[in-house]
């Protein structure tokens, strides 16, 4: 009989699973590949196209990383390339790896809501490369990069037209939040939707890293002027064939292509204005530079483009095996032996990003809570245990023995004590109700106009509630176009306590869903537990227009150092001003607005490693403090995850930078880039993220005051000379 129900329920329990997984279609991410807390694509369309139809409302519910699902701001079901299947387009963060979602829908007054299944994400500590062409190499390549302080690359490839079509990312840059890198093969460009180039333009941008791999499809990149044809460093003349192949053996370090090559030399694209080209050569055939570039590293926006002027999905570089060190090359990577950086397991901190995460809280209202003295909790107890004996025993038996007393004498002395722990507690205990402490770095790229802001908030109240959280994307007339901003939960990576990819969810005492608003700006009705922190991230963009942040007359002497004058145009002044190029590192002092600075004032240039890691000479000797993982300090953590890589990467830290990463403008410093950067004191509001929190308990919610632990301004300044060699 049990085995019969048993069976029974299972078929049944099948029967419900399967109906829920043909209600809807559900693409997500980079054709089924995603990575836990980053955000994440998804495009929903009905798998009976009778069930549901254009300008039907569709809302996506995720989990965050506590378990509690998130509702998507509303999406509208469109026709999808001209024909009557309907679709949505949203985006989440999946912050667990049980991978499913719930899909709302919505028609007229109507509502349906049903569970769908998603493929597994991929770890959140762990990296992607995605790749988009038949680029054999890349599998081998993540296998000879290993795991970089503990951080396993994956190459997802998008091949084929089945996958592109599954392919979830759209035009906006964070659709590819989940990539740390991509390969993108010129021969494929024009079969991809515009939607990704755009998006993968985008990112870029934003602070993505991108190989571009077009020799003699360079010319049909050319041709088709879309956002690829930007990413190429120069225009084509026309194509020559490359019969020296020693420049790339060497660059990869590699041999066996010359003899590969022998019978059909590959065809190369030869640049009309080969001494202007937007960047640095770092790979040429003949006898400069200029005479036939192959790979040249360049800047765009906040990213960098590495072109390579070779088809790598094309014979005979398809099978080279020299190919897979190519591609660890172009992509800035190392070869490892796969061995993992011990630091992350002995600290306990999985990434920079987790150490910011605990230094906001703790200069917060949370660290300010100390737990009661053992002092006065002994003090209490004893006298809890003199009142019970001999003060009660007295007040009983003395006189006429009245023992009924003790009813009504234990009950009042247990609730006064009880009592009098609750206050002592509470006195240990900040006074504010919510309170919400906040950081930020804003950078500006000087070339484009573009402004990006990164923010992180920790909230905080005194009893279990609801909060509003939201960054405008409206701002004032002094400030940048602001053209988009996105709020998120914020969770550690990894799989300890609470984190992103743990086995369980962190239990709260707070547990209920909440949503977004219209857009992904703003979070509604979020549960925090009494006595406990909620942690935010948001992103943000704007545009200056034809405003300049900084104008510059920099440019590189003889020696290779930095000469020139800059003037800070912005509103507000930068306190304690660097100026960072190459290896080099030059101390500025407080700018104000309009104020002007002369490099050649001064004492010159130090190291920018030994200064980031802050070393000191001892007996004619340099000494680098280690890093502290347990660092509070939220501006020199910001400062550190702001040039990573130029610190000693985590060979320095001991820790990946983790979400952090994009934030690294190491990358600018090597191809004709300089970046100011100072504190900002008294920005105006305008020109920060902005956080508006509101005590979400209320209706009209009141607004909480917004501190700050740090803010850091970052300006991307291109230098006044042309391209050269490395």
Known sequence: MHAFVFLFLAIVSAGSAGAADETWRVDVGFAGAYRAGSWTPVVVSPADPATAGVGDTIHVWAEDADGQFVRSP?????????????????????????????????????????????????????????????????????????????????????????????????????????????????????????????????????????????????????????????????????????????????????????????????????????????????????????????????????????????????????????????????????????????????????????????????SGVAGRIAPVPFEAIMGLGLLYVACLYPLD???????????????????????????GAAALARGWQPREPLACRAAEIIDVDVASGSVRGSAWAATWRNDNGVVDVAVPAATGSTSPRRESAAVSWWADAGTGFGAIDAALPHPSLAARDYAYGDSLGGLVGVPVAAAADRLFEATWSASMGKAAAVTATLARDAQGALEGTLTHHLPFPLEGCKLAYAGWLYDIGRLAPGEAHDLGQGRGPRSLAGALARRESVREREVAPRWNPAETDVARILEIAGFHAAAGGSGYTGLPAGRLARLDLSPLLAVDRAVLFGAVGTAEPEWSAGWIVKDGQGRPASEVPVSSAARLCRIVIPLAEGAASR
């Not at 570089?317 to 630091?343: I, K, M, Y």
């Not at 007295?394 to 009592?419: D, E, H, K, M, Q």
Request: glycine letters at 10%.
């Open 393 to 419: 025993w007295w007040l009983v038996s003395r006189g006429r023995r009245r023992p009924w007393l003790a009813w009504i004498t234990l009950p009042l002395i247990i609730a006064a004590f009880t009592g």
């Open 74 to 362: 509303p999406a509208t079901l469109e026709a999808r390339d001209g024909e009557r299947l309907a679709a949505a387009r949203v985006r989440l963060r999946v912050g667990r790896p049980t991978g499913r979602v719930r899909v709302e829908h919505t028609r007229g007054s109507q509502g349906t809501t049903s569970e769908q299944p998603l493929p597994q994400p991929l770890p959140a500590t762990h990296r992607v490369l995605l790749v988009l062409g038949d680029v054999p190499a890349a599998r081998r390549a993540v296998r000879l990069i290993g795991a970089d302080g503990g951080r396993k690359m994956h190459a997802v490839e998008i091949t084929d037209s089945e996958a592109r079509t599954q392919l979830a990312a759209g035009a906006w840059a964070r659709d590819y939040d989940g990539a740390d890198a991509a390969i993108v093969c010129g021969r494929d460009i024009n079969t991809l939707p515009t939607e990704t180039v755009a998006g993968l333009d985008a990112w870029v941008r934003d602070g993505g890293r991108l190989v571009f791999a077009a020799g003699a499809s360079a010319q049909d990149v050319e041709q088709g002027r879309g956002p690829a044809a930007a990413w190429l460093p120069g225009s084509v003349e026309r194509l020559v064939p490359l019969r020296r192949l020693a420049a790339i053996e060497a660059y990869a370090r590699g041999s066996g292509l010359a003899v590969r090559a022998a019978q059909t030399p590959p065809l190369v694209p030869l640049f009309a204005e080969r001494k202007r080209l937007a960047g640095i050569v770092d790979a040429f055939d003949g006898a400069a530079a200029t005479d036939l570039p192959l790979v040249v590293r360049r800047p765009h926006g906040f990213g960098t483009i590495t072109w390579l002027g070779i088809d790598l999905d094309a014979e005979p570089f398809r099978s080279w095996p020299g190919a897979d060190s190519l591609v660890v090359r172009l992509l800035g990577e190392r070869a490892t032996d796969g061995a993992e950086n011990q630091a992350v397991e002995t600290t306990g901190t999985p990434d920079l990003a987790s150490q910011l995460r605990v230094a906001i809280e703790s």
